[in-house]
């Protein structure tokens, strides 16, 4: 299981971080992938963390602006979006990566199961 | 990036019709196709992944087929619970996903 943190409202050029609690064995084992999906629109994939060391990577589009983090105590992943935008207005989910035998997967051959709940954040000025 | 093309992007059909959803990769990505399903309100679900595998838990209604380019999610005898949104999504190089396929109530 994912749980997100809540829904969050911010003005242009802040940041916003959103939180993803997961289970220990998940922590452990798997890479967790960051989702958003703009109201009435598609999905868009933000990029990934690796929460035994922290090593993230992140999309071309975002990279400069985000930030994936873990804390190793509480088995959450963090992403933090900075200057916001607008068009940043969106949901945003946080999703375990599996391989096709069902083990830890980083990109190549994944797929996503299960996903969190979703957090909304909103830019408005 | 790899672009994933779906069609159609919006369809409607009866319960117990036979539905198909296809997706197309702009470069061939072997079988490296996932499909999803999303409820309003709701985070995405797992169908099927490997573009036949059917994820556990999921009725075998849904069956998925293709490789290379050309991908299809079929739905043999649509149900009530199944009025939703359907994604593919390729994992061969970076990820990402095709627009969507709303599929209503006639």
């Known amino acids: 299981q994912l749980v997100q943190s809540g829904a969050e409202v911010k003005k242009p050029g802040a940041s916003v971080k959103v939180s993803c609690k997961t289970s220990?064995?998940?922590?452990?084992?798997?890479?967790v992938h960051w989702v958003r999906q703009a109201p009435g629109q598609g999905l868009e994939w933000m990029g990934i963390?690796?929460?035994?060391?922290?090593?993230?990577s992140y999309s071309q589009k975002l990279r400069g602006r985000v930030t994936m983090t873990r804390d190793t105590s509480t088995s959450t992943v963090y992403m933090e979006l900075s200057s916001l935008k607008f068009e940043d207005t969106a949901i945003y989910y946080c999703a375990r990566a599996v391989g096709l035998d069902g083990g830890n997967c980083y990109t190549f051959g994944c797929w996503f199961d299960p996903w969190g709940q979703g957090t909304l954040v909103t830019v408005s000025s | 990036d790899i672009q994933m093309t779906q069609s159609p992007s919006s369809l409607s059909a009866s319960v117990g019709d036979r539905v198909t959803i296809t997706c197309r990769a702009s470069q061939s990505i072997s079988n490296y196709v996932n499909w999803y399903q999303q409820k309003p309100g709701q985070a995405p679900k797992a169908l099927i992944y490997a573009a036949s595998s059917l994820q556990s838990g999921v009725p075998s209604r849904f069956s998925g087929s293709g490789s290379g380019a050309d991908f299809t999610l079929t739905i043999s005898s649509l149900q009530p619970e199944d009025f939703a949104t359907y994604y593919c999504?390729?994992?061969?190089?970076?990820?990402?996903f095709g627009g969507g396929t709303k599929v209503e109530i006639k």
């Open positions: 963390i690796n929460p035994r060391d922290g090593s993230s």
């Open positions: 999504q390729q994992s061969y190089a970076a990820l990402t």
């Open positions: 220990g064995d998940t922590f452990k084992n798997y890479y």
